[in-house]
């Protein structure tokens, strides 16, 4: 296996709950080797600061004071999980990295839609100079600004990430990932990659369980599980035209938050709310099987969302494939996005595609990303 490479890959993603980081060895098309992998949580104070960001992310200008803050933070933060994984690897006598891969924290994901105003833009903050500095690696970043510019809708990135872990199991297989919004990547026994995102997943079932429990989350599904999904809010939520609307496709967290409130979901007792939300994801991820080229066998879930019943449950039932949370197969669910950013900083570094036609709409297999050194 030429060109390997020993990276460090973190990922923050759009549930706000901390800095994933996983050591890898690969060449970016072939994973070699997976070592040690971390989550470090985001105090309250970065957290609460990150979700105000995504409300007023529309209207920042990048010198805002509030965002540099922000940003030097969120960089100090995936320096330390860096640090930590580095110090277990070292522990388990595997060589040092060399590379890191840094996503950021995405704020705002505007791209490119029929009747949107405005330019396409994906944003992601966070210093890859400070944290090359930080480090002392290599740092790969801005994985999406290529492909947006490009005319691509910048999302999701892990399709190519996914194919290369699948490895040979058998296929067609779905990877799903329930994060604060859903995305799937459906991977054909050809070779072939469709990829896009689903809907909303975690994002509002967590804003839901804090306002009504004050907790970030609604742990083992406890309050949706006590609680009876409202049909009629259901289906008009499942009525949006994003879901009939061909891949490409890809959304910001907030982006359902008017469609939750014209649905009626707000006026709903928090049992049924949070039972709502739950059975909302299922059914987006049920309707996303209209756009696939064969029925998968199997779906593998990772992501925060693998960890509520209530969400595993209703997927069961809204899907006619096994559903399995994506350690049946082996792999680490709360690892796999970091793992996937540093097979995604190989392939940066090796000038390899990062997105395709089927993946974000990119015009063709596309490298993007920067190097900085540190």
């Not at 994060?179 to 026994?189: F, I, Q, Y």
């Not at 779906?299 to 949370?325: C, F, H, K, T, Y």
């Amino acid at each position: 296996m030429a060109g390997l490479l020993r990276i460090i890959g973190m990922m923050s993603g759009t549930s706000l709950d901390g800095v994933d980081a996983a050591w890898v060895e690969t060449d970016g098309e072939r994973v070699a080797r997976l070592g040690p992998a971390l989550t470090l949580t985001y105090d309250p104070a970065l957290r609460r600061d990150l979700r105000r960001l995504l409300d007023l992310a529309p209207g920042l200008e990048a010198d805002d004071a509030f965002l540099a803050l922000c940003a030097q933070r969120l960089t100090a933060r995936h320096a330390e999980a860096a640090g930590e994984v580095a110090a277990q690897a070292a522990r388990q006598g595997l060589p040092p990295a060399e590379v890191a891969g840094f996503h950021g924290q995405t704020i705002l994901h505007r791209p490119l839609r029929p009747g949107s105003a405005g330019a396409p833009r994906s944003w992601q903050i966070g210093d890859a100079a400070a944290l090359a500095r930080l480090t002392g690696l290599r740092v790969a970043f801005d994985f999406r600004s290529a492909d947006v510019a490009a005319g691509g809708q910048g999302a999701p990135l892990m399709p190519i990430a996914h194919a290369a872990l699948a490895g040979a199991l058998p296929r067609p297989l779905c990877v799903l990932n329930l994060g604060g919004v859903g995305n799937v990547t459906w991977l054909g026994a050809d070779g072939a990659m469709l990829a896009f995102d689903t809907g909303p997943a975690c994002g509002p079932l967590d804003d839901w369980a804090r306002r009504a429990t004050g907790a970030d989350r609604d742990t083992d599904g406890r309050l949706a599980l006590a609680g009876r999904a409202d049909g009629d809010v259901l289906a008009r939520l499942l009525a949006h035209p994003y879901f009939a609307a061909p891949p490409p496709k890809s959304l910001d967290r907030l982006d359902f938050d008017r469609a939750l409130r014209a649905a009626g979901a707000e006026a709903l007792a928090p049992e049924d709310g949070a039972a709502t939300l739950a059975a909302f994801c299922a059914r987006s991820v049920a309707a996303a099987r209209q756009h696939f080229p064969e029925a998968p066998r199997r779906w593998l879930v990772a992501g925060g969302g693998r960890r509520n019943p209530a969400i595993m449950q209703a997927l069961a039932s809204a899907l006619d494939a096994p559903v399995e949370a994506c350690e049946a197969a082996g792999w680490d669910g709360d690892a796999l996005e970091a793992q996937g950013f540093a097979i995604l900083a190989a392939r940066v570094v090796h000038g390899l595609p990062l997105t395709f036609p089927g993946t974000t709409g990119a015009p063709g297999p596309l490298a993007g990303g920067r190097l900085v050194a540190a």
